[in-house]
């Protein structure tokens, strides 16, 4: 009893052990991560801000109007937004502000950032989080089947339709989606935007064609890139030694082959996520969305610095927190264990 005891306690240990050392490694990662980006991302709002702080744009006297800006009305209001004091007090404000979700007032229709980011941020969501998933999908099956059955007709369609992709802008592909699907066929809605709240089919059927403009240049990307790195893989000597002593070819790409391949894809998303981020701009337009894109589009014409510098915070946040997941799931991906286990 004693012995079987023991042998099943080093069963566990043998199971345990890994799984603990898995855990550490992540959040190592993920610390390591933090440690590189939050400087990263104070640094950008630094400079985001200084751009905001140091334009050569008046608010006092914008807010105050042509006729009511004397000089003495312009000096009042530059202290009531706390514009008289030095730079580096005025950012360390606003930074701490930030960091509390304040990201100051509209000075023009007295409405707090962070309530008019609340607002938009919904559409970009939604959009953003379906566009990886289309592109993911899309550009993982297009370049899995074309390392599978590379130099044969399918390869060689995938490789022209990604090279034809890549060269077209989102808007570009939003315009051509909206007269196919919108106007030709009448099956999905040009324009607008409902939320989950009005039912999720209605949601879906106005997200998804900005969500596919924004992905077909990712997955495109990705296509390539899967397609390049698998083949390599497949070519592989522990790879054409599982299929020598028999094992499921399925088991050995989606176990094995894919694992060791998908790195250099996952970073390929995790570069064109800015790109998706600055396409959504040109997309919401043509889509006529209520997002983030437009909000900073009309703070930036009307010279709005406080919306700007935060819709510019939030989007950096995001940029960085995407490229911490891929890191992280790269991570998990190279030490979950490489080659094929007997």
């Known amino acids: 009893m004693a012995v079987a005891e ?10 345990i052990a890994p799984r603990r050392r898995r855990v550490r490694s992540v959040a190592s990662n993920v610390g390591r991560g933090l440690a590189i980006l939050i400087p990263i991302l104070v640094l950008s709002s630094f400079i985001t801000y200084s751009l905001g702080a140091l334009s050569d744009s008046n608010p006092a006297a914008t807010i105050l109007g042509q006729d009511a800006a004397t000089p003495a009305a312009v000096a009042k209001m530059d202290e009531a937004l706390g514009l008289d004091k030095p730079l580096l007090v005025q950012y360390w404000d606003w930074l701490t502000q930030a960091a509390r979700g304040h990201l100051g007032t509209s000075w023009f229709t007295g409405i707090p950032v962070s309530q008019s980011i609340a607002q938009r941020l919904p559409v970009d969501l939604s959009i953003a989080v379906l566009a990886v998933i289309l592109a993911i999908l899309i550009g993982g099956t297009a370049g899995t089947v074309a390392a599978i059955r590379r130099g044969g007709w399918f390869d060689r369609g995938v490789t022209l339709v990604c090279s034809a992709v890549s060269t077209l802008p989102a808007f570009v592909v939003g315009i051509i989606l909206v007269v196919a699907f919108a106007v030709a066929w009448h099956l999905l ?19 998804i064609l900005p969500a596919l403009a924004l992905s077909l240049q990712v997955a495109a990307d990705i296509a390539r890139q899967l397609r390049t790195s698998l083949v390599g893989v497949l070519e592989q000597n522990y790879i054409v030694g599982a299929r020598v002593r028999g094992l499921p070819y399925r ?36 889509f006529s969305l209520p997002g983030l894109g437009q909000l900073l589009l009309e703070s930036a014409q009307t010279r709005d610095i406080p919306v700007v510098q935060g819709v510019l915070l939030v989007v950096s946040t995001f940029v960085i927190v995407v490229n911490l997941l891929v890191n992280t799931v790269l991570n998990v991906l190279y030490r979950s264990g490489d080659g094929v286990a007997a």
């Open 6 to 15: 023991l042998r099943s306690a080093a069963g566990r240990d043998r199971v």
């Open 189 to 207: 809605p040009a324009n607008g935007y409902v939320g989950p709240t009005g039912g999720i089919l209605p949601w879906l059927q106005h997200i």
């Open 251 to 286: 088991r050995i790409l989606v176990r094995h082959a894919l694992r060791n391949a998908s790195g250099p894809a996952l970073t390929i998303l995790g570069n064109d996520f800015p790109l998706m981020l600055a396409g959504a701009v040109a997309a919401e337009a043509v």
